[in-house]
């Protein structure tokens, strides 16, 4: 079983940054693909961003060149740098692990863009 454990959301004004944290619970870097998903009200859950064991990274196209995902193999951590932040960013945010048939997700983090 793998556990996810996500922070860094938060309040913030538009043109901020945030740098949202996914501690997993063990060296899974190697044999997952992680992901960023978010998921505001109403609307269906969206892949932001994913990288995988060789760190090659993808973005949906509403974030490219403001966000990056990046992972920390000694510390078991996967982390997306949010920069210049728009309102319609707003959404929960998931950490997620993938291979084959297997999911393991965090427990998602609030992030609101507001003025």
């Known amino acids: 079983q793998v556990q996810l454990v996500e922070s860094g959301g938060g309040l913030v004004q538009p043109g901020g940054s945030l740098r949202l944290s996914c501690a997993a619970s063990?060296?899974?870097?190697?044999?997952?693909?992680m992901g960023w998903y978010r998921q505001a009200p109403g609307k269906q859950r969206e892949l932001v961003a994913t990288?995988?064991?060789?760190?090659?990274?993808n973005y949906v196209d509403s974030v490219k060149g403001r966000f990056t995902i990046s992972r920390d193999s000694a510390k078991n951590t996967v982390y997306l740098q949010m920069n210049s932040l728009k309102p319609e960013d707003t959404a929960v945010y998931y950490c997620?692990?993938?291979?084959?048939?297997?999911?393991?997700w965090g427990q998602g983090t609030q992030v609101t863009v507001s003025s």
């Open positions: 997620n692990a993938h291979r084959s048939s297997l999911d393991y």
């Open positions: 063990g060296s899974i870097f190697s044999r997952y693909v």
């Open positions: 990288i995988t064991s060789g760190g090659s990274t």
